[in-house]
C-alpha cells in the first residue's frame, strides 16, 4: 500500500521519522477513510456513530490525533512540516472523512489546565465531540470588525449576545468558541457550552459539499457565561485569530494539494486506460495537456506551502509568515479547483457521477476559494505586504 520513498525523501529532505510519518498518514488515509467516501456521499456525509468510533480508534492507534497539540495535551508535537506532512494525506480523501481524526481548534493552546481537562483531552482521547469557531455574522464576514456579538460584564460572569452564521461543527460541537466585542476590550474570545440557555441554533442549512459537520446559524441570547469563560484573556481575540489564521489558510493550502494529488492519479490513470477512436486518450493533447497543466499547480503549490511550513519552524517574522500562508491558500485553493474541473472534463460523462472523485472534489474544493478568508481577501493581504514589507520579502 504505502509508497517507495518520494522524491524528497530520496533527496534528503525528510529524516526517516518524518518518512515514517507520511508513511503511516497515508496508510491510514487509504485503509480507513478511502473506503468510506462513496457510504459518506450517499448518506449526506452523516456516517453511523458505531463508523466514527471506528474512524477515530484507527486514528489514535495511527497516533495521528491532536497533531500540533504538545503530548502532555494529548497531541503528537508535530512541527509545522510534520503537520503538513500528514494533512497532504488528509486532503486526498473526500467528504472531509479526515474531520473525524480527533482534534481541536488550535486556540485552545491559550486554555487555562481546567479547561484543557474539560474540553481538550476528552477529544484528543476519541471520546467524540468537537470544538467550533464562530465568529461571522450576518453583516460581517470578510470585516470582521463590525461583529455586532456583544459581552457585557454581568454579576461574577458575563451576559453574551449576538447570532454567529457558517459555524463549522455547531452541531455536533461540545464546545463554541466565540469572538465577541467587550466595552473598552475590544475582540474577546469566549467559550461557551451549547445547552447553556439562551444558545439555539436557529438554522441549519444544506450547502454544496456532503461533509460530515453541518454549518449552523446559532443565536445568543441574554447568555450567562462564568467568569473564567474568556480563552487568551480579553481583547485578546484579534491576535488569537491572526495566529490562527495561518494556520488555517496554511491547513486549506495542504489538503488542496493532497487533492491535487488524488486527482491527478485518478485522472492520469483513467487517461491511460480509456480508448476511444482506437488510442489512449492520454495521446490526445487536449487530455494530456491539462494533465500536465495540473501536474505543474501542484508542485508549484506544493514547493510555496512547504516554504511557509518550513518558516514556521524557524520562527521566521510572523507578518511575512501571514502573507506567504495567504499566497499559499490563495494558489493552492484556485489550483486545486482548476485541476477538479480539468478532471472531470477528462472523466467524461464518469465525471459527472457522484461516485467519482472528481465530481465530489468539484463540490467540495470550492468553497476553500471562500473560507477562512475569500480570494479577493488574501489578495488585499498580498498586496499590503508588498507594500509594508517590500517586494524581496514578500516573494523571497
Ligand atoms: C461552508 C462554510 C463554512 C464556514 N465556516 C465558518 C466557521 O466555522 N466560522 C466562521 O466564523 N465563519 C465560517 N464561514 C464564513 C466564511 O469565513 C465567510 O463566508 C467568508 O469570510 C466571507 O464572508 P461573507 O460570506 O460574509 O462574504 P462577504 O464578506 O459579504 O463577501 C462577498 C464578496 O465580496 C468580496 N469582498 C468583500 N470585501 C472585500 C474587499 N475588501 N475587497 C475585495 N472584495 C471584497 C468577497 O471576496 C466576496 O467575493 C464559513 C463559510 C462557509 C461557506
Known amino acids: 500500500m504505502t509508497a517507495s520513498l518520494s522524491p524528497a525523501a530520496a533527496a534528503g529532505e525528510l529524516t526517516p521519522e518524518q518518512v515514517e510519518l507520511q508513511q503511516r498518514a497515508r496508510a491510514f488515509v487509504e485503509d480507513v477513510l478511502m473506503p468510506l467516501e462513496e457510504e459518506a456521499e450517499r448518506k449526506g456525509g452523516r456516517l453511523p456513530a ?3 468510533q471506528a474512524v477515530r480508534s484507527a486514528a489514535i492507534d495511527a497516533r495521528l490525533q491532536g497533531g500540533r497539540f504538545a503530548p502532555e495535551f494529548g497531541g503528537q508535537g508535530w512541527s509545522m512540516l510534520e503537520w503538513f506532512l500528514v494533512n497532504e494525506q488528509f486532503g486526498r480523501v473526500t467528504n472531509g472523512l479526515h474531520w473525524n481524526v480527533p482534534n481541536a481548534y488550535n486556540v485552545l493552546t491559550q486554555a487555562t489546565p481546567e479547561q484543557v481537562d474539560k474540553y481538550l483531552r476528552p477529544i484528543l482521547r476519541g471520546e467524540g465531540g468537537d470544538t467550533a469557531y464562530a465568529v461571522t455574522e450576518a453583516e460581517a464576514g470578510s470585516d470582521p470588525s463590525g461583529i455586532a456579538t456583544t459581552a457585557e460584564r454581568s454579576d461574577g ?9 457558517f459555524v463549522t461543527s455547531g452541531d455536533v460541537a461540545n464546545v463554541l468558541i466565540v469572538m465577541a466585542s467587550v466595552a473598552d476590550g475590544g475582540g474577546t474570545l469566549f467559550l461557551v457550552e451549547p445547552d447553556t440557555p439562551g444558545v439555539e441554533v436557529v438554522d441549519d442549512p444544506a ?3 456532503n461533509y460530515p459537520h453541518g454549518h449552523p446559524t446559532i443565536a445568543f441570547r441574554n447568555v450567562e457565561l462564568p467568569d473564567d469563560a474568556v480563552i487568551g484573556g480579553v481583547g485578546n481575540g484579534d491576535a488569537l485569530q491572526r495566529a490562527w489564521f495561518t494556520e488555517e489558510r496554511l491547513g486549506i493550502a495542504t489538503h488542496g494539494l493532497g487533492a491535487m494529488w488524488r486527482l491527478l492519479e ?12 482506437g488510442t489512449r486518450i492520454m495521446d490526445y493533447q487536449g487530455v494530456s495537456f491539462p494533465l500536465a497543466d495540473s501536474a505543474t499547480d501542484a508542485t508549484v503549490g506544493r514547493l510555496l506551502a512547504m516554504q511557509v511550513a518550513h518558516m514556521v519552524d524557524a520562527e521566521a517574522d510572523l507578518k511575512i509568515v501571514h502573507a506567504k500562508a495567504s499566497m499559499a491558500k490563495l494558489f493552492v485553493s484556485e489550483a486545486a479547483w482548476r485541476c477538479a474541473d480539468r478532471a472531470v472534463q477528462i472523466f467524461g460523462g464518469r465525471g459527472y457521477l457522484r461516485s467519482n472523485v472528481a465530481e465530489r472534489f468539484l463540490r467540495e474544493l470550492r468553497v476553500d476559494r471562500i473560507w477562512e478568508g475569500t480570494s479577493e481577501i ?13 517586494v524581496e520579502a514578500t516573494i523571497h
Open 50 to 52: 458505531e463508523t466514527l
Open 266 to 277: 485518478e485522472a492520469t490513470a483513467w487517461a491511460l486506460h480509456r480508448e476511444q477512436g
Open 378 to 390: 488574501q489578495r488585499l493581504i498580498v498586496a499590503r505586504a508588498l507594500e509594508r514589507r517590500g
Open 207 to 209: 450547502y454544496t459539499h
Open 157 to 165: 460572569g458575563w451576559l453574551l449576545n449576538g447570532e454567529k452564521w
